[in-house]
């Protein structure tokens, strides 16, 4: 095989190397491409009004990651008319939009976004006052967690790797070419 022939072989795993990190990051990122996609959505599947519980999806605690949004929704027939959200005092402040006076009213969704400087581990303690279909208040106490996104770092890794070897390729080309 010609010194030519392996250049260009080199130059095309490189070229194949940068396509498939575009698709691990635009794939492997929560599933979704899109940007101002929700990354976190809690389903509020149903409310107890015998011990003022909301069950939750995901259930426990939710993960959350820097600059990602968290979106709250009401499932059908949950028993869950509307809602609003505020913080618990000591907790950590993760969310932009709660940095506001408590919202005064019930709402039928709700959505937030992750601060980027929010502590890596960082726990949310929150209150989801809510109200059944009959008009009745309640309070429930979820909490979510601020995590890291190991798939960044992945994606930088995979970026390092390539300019490595686009820099690799340009410093040794004259060996490619002319050996």
Known sequence: MSNLMRLFLFQLFLLILFFIILRVQNSMSFGKVDVAAVDLKITIVKGDVSNSSLILDPAGIGDAYQNKKVKWVIAAGSN??????TKKDGSEQIFDWYDRPPWPFYIKEGKATVKGD??????????????????????WDPKIAVKSDSLYDLDLLFYILYLVSAMVSFIFRKRFLYK
């Open 80 to 85: 869950v008319g509307s809602f609003f959200i």
């Open 118 to 139: 929010a502590p890596i581990g960082s726990i949310y303690d929150y209150t989801i006052h809510w109200k059944d279909t009959a008009g009745k208040k309640y309070h």
